[in-house]
């Protein structure tokens, strides 16, 4: 039998204080961020490259099989140290560097923060016709 946690996410006996491994609300599986000390790297200032499949936009993704979606290392990563991520919040990274799921070169915020991230570090310029922004 399952109850609702505080924040009114599913929790079932037994798993208080646990994090899904997807990052998303929801059903807690697995232990706790502060019981997972040996996963994080031993220096902080290094990335930690994702060492499985890497997506062609260059984000670490683990495969659940055929008809479940993929999920990003990154955010699975986060997720583990931090908790559940909330529905429309990102994952970015401080390293700029895609393939890293070291937590502590992740942070939360919205696309509007990714997006501002990415035109103070010239990822994006300003296109003359539109004024708008754009990648390159």
Known sequence: MRG???DGTSEAPGQEGQVREDGQAGEAVGPAPEDREEDRPEDVSECALWPFHVGSHGYGEIH???KRPRLLAHRVMYARRHGPIPDGVVIRHTCDVRA???PDHLIAGTQADNLNDARERGHLR???VTGRFVGG
């Open 100 to 102: 890293c799921v070291n």
């Open 4 to 6: 609702r946690a505080a």
């Open 126 to 128: 300003n296109d003359p």
């Open 64 to 66: 659940q099989g055929r």
